[in-house]
Nanobody
Framework: QVQLVESGGGLVQPGGSLRLSCATS????????MGWYRQAPGKQRELVAT???????NYADSVKGRFIFSRDNAKNTVYLQMNSLKPEDTAVYYC?????????????WGQGTQVTVSS
């Protein structure tokens, strides 16, 4: 069983920055990919960024060049550095982990952290 706890959300002005954290605990045999997703009011949850077990990152076009996904293996924590924030980045941000423990794949989610970009 794995637990994910996000933190770092809040209210920020357009053009500002925030860093989200996702602390992981528990155990899993192998991690395939971790991701950040977001869901704005009235919209479907969408992918923001992913990082594979080898460290390869991928970003949604809407955040490419502004957001950075990183990890600290020693702290079992991943981060989403968000720069040049826009009002359309306002959403609840969720951390996701996909991995495998015998005999099946697993998909875990955090509880989410609110990010509001507004003047």
């Amino acid at each position: 069983q794995v637990q994910l706890v996000e933190s770092g959300g809040g209210l920020v002005q357009p053009g500002g920055s925030l860093r989200l954290s996702c602390a992981t605990s528990g155990s899993i045999f192998s991690i395939n990919v971790m991701g950040w997703y977001r869901q704005a009011p009235g919209k479907q949850r969408e992918l923001v960024a992913t990082i594979t077990s080898s460290g390869r990152t991928n970003y949604a076009d809407s955040v490419k060049g502004r957001f950075i996904f990183s990890r600290d293996n020693a702290k079992n924590t991943v981060y989403l550095q968000m720069n040049s924030l826009k009002p359309e980045d306002t959403a609840v941000y969720y951390c996701n982990l996909r991995g495998w423990s015998p005999p099946r794949d697993h998909d875990y989610w955090g509880q989410g952290t609110q990010v509001t970009v507004s003047s």
